[in-house]
């Protein structure tokens, strides 16, 4: 039975084969298919741009945010006026994950080794966190603290606007890469070296925002 129809198969396809190749004519209108080169619009689109002036426009407004910025950095986000101290703790202490090697693969330090940076780098000067838009908080840095025993970090508010002002170098905790990492919540702020730790503070300031709430 099945071997009549192998032969009847074959056949049908064949039959289908020319209808499937038929030629219908042209049916409705043909476009050629033109595709752009890309590079040569962006090159137009530029060549146009800069002959208008708006490149140079562009990179005005590019540098004056870039300037803005620098003189006023975002503030530190989640950083609040302290409206009651808060102390603690912090220990520097890491473990060393792998050996550490000198430039001829000496092993300095061993993985597991427990190192505290303040055993070699001591923290000579307190660290002082503070917004600088606040008044209070910027007076209360100027008559507590020198050039010599502490840094000014803002959270807030125009470095260089500062360093004008108060003819002191004043830095910034850009990202809040500082703050997160000793846990500040709320400045002003004070860190200072204690033994092998630091002993750090947020600190009610009367006449700042905090104390005003």
Excluded at 75 to 89: K, L, N, Q, S
Excluded at 138 to 154: C, D, E, F, P, Y
Excluded at 170 to 179: E, I, W
């Amino acid at each position: 039975m099945s071997a009549r129809l192998v032969p009847l198969g074959l056949a049908a396809l064949l039959i289908a084969a020319p209808a499937a190749a038929r030629d219908y004519g042209q049916q409705g209108a043909v476009f050629p298919v033109i595709e752009a080169d890309l590079l040569s619009v962006i090159q137009q689109r530029l060549t146009s741009m800069q002959a208008s002036g708006a490149i140079e426009r562009a990179n005005r407004q590019l540098a004056e945010r870039t300037a803005a910025r620098v003189r006023r950095p975002l503030p530190v986000p989640g950083i609040v006026p302290a409206t009651e101290e808060r102390r603690w703790t912090f220990d520097p202490t890491i473990t060393v994950r792998q050996d550490l090697r000198d430039g001829r693969g000496r092993i300095v330090v061993a993985a597991g080794t427990r190192v505290n940076p303040l055993d070699t780098v001591p923290l000579r000067q307190r660290l002082v966190f503070l917004d600088g838009d606040d008044p209070a908080q910027v007076a209360w840095a100027r008559s507590t603290t020198t050039a010599l025993n502490a840094k000014l970090i803002l959270v807030g508010g125009s470095p260089f606007a500062l360093m004008k002002a108060e003819q002191r170098r004043f830095y910034f905790d850009q990202q809040g890469t500082l703050t997160r990492h000793f846990g500040i919540h709320a400045v002003p702020a004070l860190i200072e070296q204690q033994g092998r730790t630091l002993a750090i503070r947020e600190l009610v300031i009367r006449g700042t925002k905090g104390d005003r709430k």
